[in-house]
């Protein structure tokens, strides 16, 4: 059976089509989980999130085409949540006890300073290899949109990166 048909079965309500579709995707989808939250417990979290939260809507999905695009978004948007709430915590925390930061020079920790939607492009399209085609799919963009973000992003980061080598 090919992948089209279990995609059509699993909108058509079999969960034993669409847990398949969900083990051909796993790898994919809990590396972009990983990359987003940047640890197992978390990722594993946004996982099994992503396939509550997918089971639960399948029927809504119109073109089954994108279903890889659709569950990345979800899975996306779960993650991006996770890191609002931890945001929210650690900086109750942060005003409770103040921590001393030295600056870095990890490439990582320079990304986590971009607004989200850079980091998701980033994400996407060098930790995750995704083409431009992809990234404007799983976005809803136009692709010369994703190019011309990319190119922001990648002169934003290498100001960054400049400026953190001048603190050293």
Partial sequence: MDERDLVTRAIAGDEQA???????YE???YRIAYSYVKNEHDAVEAYQELTYR???NIHKLKQPDYLKTWLIRILINICLDMKLKQSRVQLTNEI?????MAPTNDLADIIV??????????HL???????????????????????????KTLRKLRGMVGERSEWE
Avoid: C, M, W
């Avoid at 300073?113 to 980033?122: G, V």
């Avoid at 990234?135 to 692709?143: K, L, R, T």
């Fill in 54 to 56: 997918s089971l639960k």
């Fill in 96 to 100: 409770e006890q103040p921590a001393q």
């Fill in 27 to 29: 790898d994919a989808l």
């Fill in 125 to 151: 399209k060098y930790f995750e290899q995704y083409k431009n085609s992809e990234i404007a799919d799983v976005q809803n963009i136009p692709e010369g949109t994703v190019k011309s973000r990319l190119h």
């Fill in 113 to 122: 300073k971009l607004p989200l939607a850079e980091q998701q492009l980033i």
């Fill in 18 to 24: 669409f847990l398949q579709l969900l083990s051909l």
